[in-house]
Nanobody, 129 residues
Framework: QVPLVESGGGLAQAGGSLRLSCVAS?????????????MGWFRQAPGKEREFVAV????????KLTDSVQGRFTISRDNAKSTVYLQMNSLKPEDTAVYYC?????????????????WGQGTQVTVSS
């Protein structure tokens, strides 16, 4: 059983919107575990390194987004559904990448990839100009 499964990717035009979802399963999906797990979104474009996009704390009260998506993307979560979301508006061609959700073992936010222990398989987002 894959512990994190992303969905919602696809093809969008520049200026359009997509909403990504990441659902936790198994042991991670219990309310007590998921609500104590900071969740992040990362992306990797062809030929580039994986980079931080957004993170939300376990309870959901603290978020951080990378500068390039500030004002366009929003991260949120529903701990009762063991799901984290990434709402992407005003999409740009440079947002094209495979988007991954990832989980920490603690509820505190971090932008450091190495501090995330569980990763989803990724969902492709392609933005056409």
């Amino acid at each position: 059983q894959v512990p994190l499964v992303e969905s919602g990717g696809g093809l969008a035009q520049a200026g359009g919107s997509l909403r990504l979802s990441c659902v936790a399963s198994g042991q991670m999906s219990t309310f007590s575990t998921f609500s104590n797990t900071a969740m992040g979104w990362f992306r990797q474009a062809p030929g580039k390194e994986r980079e931080f996009v957004a993170v939300i704390s376990g309870p959901g009260g603290e978020t951080k987004l990378t500068d390039s998506v500030q004002g366009r993307f929003t991260i949120s979560r529903d701990n009762a559904k063991s799901t984290v979301y990434l709402q992407m508006n005003s999409l740009k061609p440079e947002d094209t990448a495979v988007y991954y959700c990832a989980a920490r073992r603690v509820p505190f936010i971090s932008t450091t990839i190495a501090l995330y222990h569980t990763w989803g398989q990724g969902t492709q987002v392609t933005v056409s100009s």
